[in-house]
Protein backbone atom coordinates (compact mmCIF):
# COMPACT_ATOMS: atom_id res chain seq x y z
CA UNK A 1 0.00 0.00 0.00
CA UNK A 2 1.19 3.55 -0.93
CA UNK A 3 1.12 5.45 2.72
CA UNK A 4 2.02 8.37 1.90
CA UNK A 5 0.19 9.89 -0.78
CA UNK A 6 0.94 13.46 -1.03
CA UNK A 7 5.42 14.32 -0.92
CA UNK A 8 5.90 18.18 0.13
CA UNK A 9 8.25 19.53 -2.51
CA UNK A 10 9.46 22.55 -3.66
CA UNK A 11 9.92 21.90 -7.43
CA UNK A 12 7.66 23.29 -10.53
CA UNK A 13 5.87 20.48 -10.94
CA UNK A 14 4.05 20.86 -7.29
CA UNK A 15 3.61 24.69 -8.20
CA UNK A 16 1.56 23.66 -11.46
CA UNK A 17 -2.34 24.57 -11.28
CA UNK A 18 -4.53 21.81 -9.98
CA UNK A 19 -6.24 21.68 -13.49
CA UNK A 20 -3.11 21.43 -15.04
CA UNK A 21 -1.91 18.62 -12.97
CA UNK A 22 -5.18 16.52 -13.32
CA UNK A 23 -5.49 17.07 -17.48
CA UNK A 24 -1.83 16.26 -17.78
CA UNK A 25 -1.19 13.25 -14.89
CA UNK A 26 -4.61 11.99 -15.27
CA UNK A 27 -6.28 12.22 -18.64
CA UNK A 28 -3.74 13.69 -21.48
CA UNK A 29 -0.58 11.23 -20.75
CA UNK A 30 -2.07 8.28 -19.89
CA UNK A 31 -4.64 8.19 -22.71
CA UNK A 32 -1.46 8.22 -24.61
CA UNK A 33 0.52 5.85 -23.31
CA UNK A 34 -2.17 3.01 -23.37
CA UNK A 35 -3.49 3.95 -27.05
CA UNK A 36 0.23 4.78 -28.51
CA UNK A 37 2.18 2.91 -31.23
CA UNK A 38 4.93 0.61 -29.06
CA UNK A 39 7.95 3.02 -30.88
CA UNK A 40 6.12 5.91 -29.07
CA UNK A 41 6.48 4.00 -25.23
CA UNK A 42 10.07 5.14 -24.81
CA UNK A 43 9.45 9.02 -25.60
CA UNK A 44 6.34 8.68 -22.94
CA UNK A 45 9.06 6.60 -19.97
CA UNK A 46 11.50 9.78 -21.30
CA UNK A 47 8.78 12.20 -20.06
CA UNK A 48 8.09 10.71 -16.93
CA UNK A 49 11.32 10.09 -15.90
CA UNK A 50 11.60 13.86 -16.61
CA UNK A 51 9.02 14.79 -14.42
CA UNK A 52 9.17 12.64 -12.26
CA UNK A 53 13.24 14.51 -11.53
CA UNK A 54 11.51 17.87 -11.89
CA UNK A 55 9.60 17.06 -9.02
CA UNK A 56 12.45 16.04 -6.90
CA UNK A 57 11.09 12.85 -5.83
CA UNK A 58 13.55 11.13 -7.07
CA UNK A 59 13.69 7.94 -8.99
CA UNK A 60 14.61 5.50 -5.27
CA UNK A 61 11.44 7.13 -3.71
CA UNK A 62 8.98 6.33 -5.87
CA UNK A 63 9.95 3.39 -6.39
CA UNK A 64 9.73 1.86 -3.17
CA UNK A 65 6.58 3.12 -3.09
CA UNK A 66 5.37 1.69 -6.31
CA UNK A 67 7.09 -1.59 -6.10
CA UNK A 68 4.47 -3.99 -4.77
CA UNK A 69 2.49 -2.46 -8.16
CA UNK A 70 5.27 -2.20 -10.67
CA UNK A 71 6.08 -6.14 -10.22
CA UNK A 72 3.54 -7.94 -9.84
CA UNK A 73 1.22 -6.04 -12.68
CA UNK A 74 4.67 -6.95 -15.02
CA UNK A 75 5.00 -10.50 -14.28
CA UNK A 76 1.06 -11.00 -14.50
CA UNK A 77 0.74 -9.11 -17.51
CA UNK A 78 3.76 -10.89 -19.45
CA UNK A 79 2.77 -14.80 -18.42
CA UNK A 80 -1.03 -14.17 -19.32
CA UNK A 81 0.34 -13.19 -22.40
CA UNK A 82 2.58 -16.04 -23.16
CA UNK A 83 -0.63 -18.32 -22.13
CA UNK A 84 -2.77 -16.58 -24.38
CA UNK A 85 -1.50 -14.28 -26.63
CA UNK A 86 -1.22 -15.87 -30.56
CA UNK A 87 1.97 -16.03 -32.67
CA UNK A 88 5.24 -17.90 -31.26
CA UNK A 89 7.03 -17.61 -27.94
CA UNK A 90 8.90 -14.34 -28.76
CA UNK A 91 6.42 -12.60 -30.25
CA UNK A 92 3.85 -13.33 -27.10
CA UNK A 93 6.42 -11.93 -24.62
CA UNK A 94 7.60 -9.00 -26.61
CA UNK A 95 3.73 -8.01 -27.05
CA UNK A 96 3.36 -9.12 -23.00
CA UNK A 97 6.38 -6.79 -22.33
CA UNK A 98 4.89 -3.50 -24.17
CA UNK A 99 1.56 -4.06 -22.68
CA UNK A 100 2.88 -4.13 -19.33
CA UNK A 101 4.84 -0.94 -19.80
CA UNK A 102 1.44 0.32 -20.81
CA UNK A 103 -0.17 -0.16 -17.67
CA UNK A 104 2.86 0.75 -15.23
CA UNK A 105 3.03 4.18 -17.12
CA UNK A 106 -0.91 4.84 -16.68
CA UNK A 107 -0.27 4.09 -12.75
CA UNK A 108 2.65 5.58 -12.64
CA UNK A 109 1.51 8.83 -14.29
CA UNK A 110 -1.94 8.17 -11.41
CA UNK A 111 0.82 7.96 -8.74
CA UNK A 112 2.95 10.98 -9.17
CA UNK A 113 -0.16 12.91 -9.55
CA UNK A 114 -1.03 12.17 -5.89
CA UNK A 115 2.41 12.77 -4.79
CA UNK A 116 2.55 16.80 -6.18
CA UNK A 117 -0.72 17.35 -5.38
CA UNK A 118 -2.20 18.76 -2.02
CA UNK A 119 -5.63 17.90 -1.48
CA UNK A 120 -6.21 21.15 -0.19
CA UNK A 121 -5.52 22.23 -3.73
CA UNK A 122 -8.81 19.93 -5.19
CA UNK A 123 -11.38 21.90 -3.43
CA UNK A 124 -9.86 25.49 -4.67
CA UNK A 125 -10.23 24.05 -8.58
CA UNK A 126 -13.31 22.84 -8.06
CA UNK A 127 -14.00 26.48 -7.22
CA UNK A 128 -12.65 27.79 -10.24
CA UNK A 129 -14.39 25.84 -12.34
CA UNK A 130 -17.77 27.02 -10.54
CA UNK A 131 -18.57 23.14 -9.80
CA UNK A 132 -20.27 22.59 -6.54
CA UNK A 133 -17.55 23.26 -3.53
CA UNK A 134 -18.99 20.39 -1.49
CA UNK A 135 -17.51 17.73 -4.25
CA UNK A 136 -14.38 19.06 -4.18
CA UNK A 137 -14.42 19.05 -0.17
CA UNK A 138 -15.84 15.46 -0.62
CA UNK A 139 -13.29 14.34 -2.89
CA UNK A 140 -10.43 15.98 -1.13
CA UNK A 141 -11.17 14.25 2.53
CA UNK A 142 -11.75 10.96 0.70
CA UNK A 143 -8.09 11.48 -0.83
CA UNK A 144 -6.77 11.96 2.37
CA UNK A 145 -8.24 9.34 4.20
CA UNK A 146 -6.77 6.72 1.95
CA UNK A 147 -3.55 6.48 4.12
CA UNK A 148 -5.27 6.44 7.56
CA UNK A 149 -7.32 3.84 6.69
CA UNK A 150 -4.84 1.79 5.50
CA UNK A 151 -3.19 2.28 8.78
CA UNK A 152 -6.24 1.22 10.81
CA UNK A 153 -6.47 -1.77 8.34
CA UNK A 154 -2.48 -2.39 9.50
CA UNK A 155 -3.51 -2.19 12.78
CA UNK A 156 -6.60 -4.12 12.81
CA UNK A 157 -5.07 -7.34 11.14
CA UNK A 158 -1.97 -6.80 13.89
CA UNK A 159 -4.16 -6.69 16.72
CA UNK A 160 -6.30 -9.94 15.30
CA UNK A 161 -3.15 -12.13 15.33
CA UNK A 162 -1.88 -10.92 18.19
CA UNK A 163 -5.13 -12.98 19.31
CA UNK A 164 -4.15 -15.85 17.39
CA UNK A 165 -5.95 -15.73 14.41
CA UNK A 166 -4.35 -17.13 11.47
CA UNK A 167 -4.68 -14.52 8.46
CA UNK A 168 -3.63 -16.55 5.50
CA UNK A 169 -4.80 -16.96 2.16
CA UNK A 170 -4.65 -20.41 1.07
CA UNK A 171 -6.37 -23.68 0.14
CA UNK A 172 -6.11 -24.93 4.05
CA UNK A 173 -7.90 -22.31 5.48
CA UNK A 174 -10.57 -21.67 3.13
CA UNK A 175 -13.22 -23.54 5.16
CA UNK A 176 -12.43 -20.55 7.89
CA UNK A 177 -12.16 -17.76 5.19
CA UNK A 178 -15.75 -16.44 6.19
CA UNK A 179 -15.63 -15.95 9.67
CA UNK A 180 -11.87 -14.74 9.21
CA UNK A 181 -13.72 -11.96 6.62
CA UNK A 182 -16.13 -10.84 9.44
CA UNK A 183 -13.36 -10.48 12.23
CA UNK A 184 -11.88 -8.17 9.87
CA UNK A 185 -14.62 -6.12 8.15
CA UNK A 186 -16.48 -5.69 11.63
CA UNK A 187 -13.98 -3.77 13.46
CA UNK A 188 -12.96 -2.31 10.04
CA UNK A 189 -16.11 -0.78 9.25
CA UNK A 190 -16.55 0.51 13.23
CA UNK A 191 -13.34 2.45 12.77
CA UNK A 192 -14.47 3.85 9.39
CA UNK A 193 -17.71 4.88 10.45
CA UNK A 194 -16.37 6.29 13.79
CA UNK A 195 -13.87 8.41 12.20
CA UNK A 196 -16.64 9.63 9.16
CA UNK A 197 -18.73 10.85 12.55
CA UNK A 198 -15.77 12.42 14.04
CA UNK A 199 -14.51 14.08 10.92
CA UNK A 200 -18.44 15.62 10.11
CA UNK A 201 -18.68 16.66 13.36
CA UNK A 202 -15.44 18.67 12.99
CA UNK A 203 -16.63 20.12 9.67
CA UNK A 204 -20.16 21.23 11.54
CA UNK A 205 -18.12 22.48 14.27
CA UNK A 206 -16.40 25.10 12.36
CA UNK A 207 -19.54 26.39 10.83
CA UNK A 208 -19.35 24.52 6.90
CA UNK A 209 -22.17 24.52 5.22
CA UNK A 210 -22.56 22.37 1.91
CA UNK A 211 -24.83 24.25 0.25
CA UNK A 212 -23.65 27.59 1.17
CA UNK A 213 -21.48 29.78 -0.62
CA UNK A 214 -17.85 29.92 -0.44
CA UNK A 215 -15.09 32.36 -1.86
CA UNK A 216 -13.57 31.19 -4.64
CA UNK A 217 -9.96 31.46 -4.20
CA UNK A 218 -7.59 33.54 -6.89
CA UNK A 219 -6.13 31.58 -9.48
CA UNK A 220 -4.88 31.58 -13.24
CA UNK A 221 -2.61 29.59 -15.80
CA UNK A 222 1.02 30.53 -15.77
CA UNK A 223 3.15 30.30 -18.61
CA UNK A 224 4.47 26.62 -17.01
CA UNK A 225 0.70 25.34 -17.47
CA UNK A 226 0.72 26.58 -20.78
CA UNK A 227 3.54 24.67 -21.57
CA UNK A 228 2.90 21.41 -19.65
CA UNK A 229 -0.44 21.55 -21.47
CA UNK A 230 0.44 21.89 -24.74
CA UNK A 231 3.45 19.25 -24.41
CA UNK A 232 0.76 16.66 -23.52
CA UNK A 233 -1.63 17.85 -26.21
CA UNK A 234 1.30 17.17 -28.39
CA UNK A 235 2.11 13.54 -27.38
CA UNK A 236 -1.64 13.24 -27.38
CA UNK A 237 -1.61 13.86 -30.86
CA UNK A 238 1.28 11.66 -31.92
CA UNK A 239 0.04 8.96 -29.70
CA UNK A 240 -3.45 9.06 -32.27
CA UNK A 241 -1.25 8.96 -35.52
CA UNK A 242 -1.34 5.47 -37.11
CA UNK A 243 2.08 4.51 -38.27
CA UNK A 244 1.54 3.93 -42.16
Known amino acids: MIKQLYIQKASIIHELDFWTKFLCFLL??????????AKLLPLLVLVFIILLLASKIGLEKFWQNTRLYHIPITI???LLSLAFSPGILQERFIYGLILAIRFILLISFGVIFSMVTNPIEIPGGFLRA???HKYGITLMVGYRMIPLISDKISTIIDAQKARGAEIKLSLKNLPKLAPLVASLMIP????????SVRLSDTL???GYNPEGKITVPPGRLKKEDLVFLFISIIILILALIKPL
Request: aromatic share 4%; hydrophobic share 50%; charged share 10%.
Open 28 to 37: LLPLSAFIAP
Open 76 to 78: GVI
Open 130 to 132: RLP
Open 188 to 195: ILHSTLET
Open 204 to 206: ISR
